[in-house]
């Protein structure tokens, strides 16, 4: 990328967004070409949607097809981010995640992922039961279970605490509760705070970044449909015992990973997330946050998945209107571990919602980045 700055120009770099991308791609681009960097926030600090709210999951590139930019990101970002996690003194749980098989008809997908990881140069074992028993005692699987070694997991709060503060000291600005209300003219934005003159605008808005490429008329067949992911947590004291990470396998179609069971460095397990389509973006409890424009996308497109049964899409969505229930949500569960009881399922941490891109042409839901 070849950048040319202008003396008259307030900002060489205006980033919108101070999620886990913005702030990362603003201390590059600062390092990278000592610019002026401005990141602005519609909320009163940084990582109060995904960023901060997600598993905190580390994951080590097993799931993406080899040669996809995913597959490559996930691998390097995996190594780096560990490293950052480590200099900073930001603890992680790094005893890596087991990928378990529900029934005999998961294991060609689980074998899959074998191949992927190899493919990708993730460091991943198959296992056998007794294998698996000695990896994560409590875990169930039928026949062979994958270990994926290089799976960590860190506080994702602690994350974005020690990426602000970087930031900021290597010379990036943030300016707080200032929304980016589109457009003004080609080279400034207006925004709560007032107009701001860049030369480049870097888009990194998660639940929004569709409207803001739309202003700009880049992406108009993309939309992002909200789902919103709910945690409970293991009772402390529950006969379960999780060391690491239980995942199920996944549906490959599909970019949800599924409920899974997960050891924070805090010492707690939390159980989730389920994926929820909501009708608004920001819908984080009940009704809350429902609009009308956000509904009526989501209404229309679950009606052309649902009608299409595109990639068995009428299976998956029953199964997550089922996990609005306690016992929906239980039955999800008991599938990974052995000796779960109902109530070892306590409310857990504050949901987060999931960006997801949608083709809208052929109302397919994007995998990989475009
Ligand atoms: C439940 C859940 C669990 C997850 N678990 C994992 C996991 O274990 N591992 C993993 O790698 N990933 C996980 N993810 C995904 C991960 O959290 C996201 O990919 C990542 O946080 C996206 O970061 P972001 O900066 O793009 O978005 P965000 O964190 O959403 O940041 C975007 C920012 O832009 C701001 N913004 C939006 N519009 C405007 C505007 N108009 N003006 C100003 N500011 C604006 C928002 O307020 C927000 O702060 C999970 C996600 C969810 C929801």
């Not at 960097?37 to 080590?60: T, Y």
């Not at 460095?265 to 909501?278: N, R, Y």
Request: glycine residues 10%; contains cysteine; positive net charge.
């Amino acid at each position: 990328m070849i950048v040319q700055f202008t003396k008259q120009q307030a900002w060489d770099f205006l980033v919108i967004g101070a999620g886990v991308i913005g702030v990362s791609i603003a201390r590059e681009l600062r390092r990278r070409y000592a610019s002026r960097v401005l990141v602005i926030e519609k909320e009163s600090s940084s990582g109060r949607h995904a960023s901060g709210r997600n598993s905190g999951v580390l994951h080590a590139g097993v799931y993406y097809k080899a040669g996809t930019l995913k597959a490559r990101m996930c691998v390097e970002g995996n190594r780096r981010m560990r490293e950052y996690c480590r200099l900073k003194g930001i603890p992680a749980n790094d005893y890596g995640k087991v990928i378990v098989a529900r029934s005999a008809a998961e294991l060609p997908a689980l074998r899959d992922l074998y191949a992927r990881a190899q493919t990708n140069g993730v460091h991943a074992i198959l296992l056998d039961g007794q294998g698996l028993r000695e990896v994560e005692p409590c875990a169930k699987t039928v026949e062979q279970a994958l270990q994926v070694k290089d799976t960590a997991v860190v506080n994702p709060q602690r994350v974005m605490e020690a990426l602000v503060a970087d930031a900021v000291q290597e010379g990036v600005e943030f300016r707080f509760s200032c929304l980016y209300q589109g457009r003004d003219g080609n080279e400034a934005a207006k925004t709560s705070q007032g107009r701001v003159a860049y030369g480049h605008l870097v888009n990194c808005a998660g639940l929004f970044a569709d409207q803001v490429a739309h202003g700009f008329g880049v992406g108009s067949c993309y939309r992002i449909l909200p789902f919103r992911g709910q945690f409970y947590r293991l009772r402390p004291g529950s006969q379960v015992q999780v060391r690491g990470n239980i995942y199920p396998v996944p549906d490959l179609h599909n970019p949800f990973l599924g409920v899974h069971f997960t050891h924070t460095p805090e010492g707690e397990v939390t159980v989730g997330p389920s994926a929820l389509p909501l009708l608004g973006r920001e819908q984080y409890r009940g009704f809350a946050g429902a609009n009308a424009q956000d509904g009526l996308a989501m209404i229309r497109y679950l009606i052309r998945l649902i009608g299409g049964n595109r990639d068995h899409f009428r299976s998956i969505a029953w199964k997550e209107i089922a996990k609005l229930s306690h016992s929906g949500f239980y039955r999800e569960a008991e599938g990974l571990c052995v000796g779960l009881r109902k109530d070892d399922l306590l409310p857990g941490k504050e949901p987060g919602i999931r960006a997801q891109l949608v083709n809208i042409r052929t109302a397919e839901l994007s995998n990989d980045f475009v």
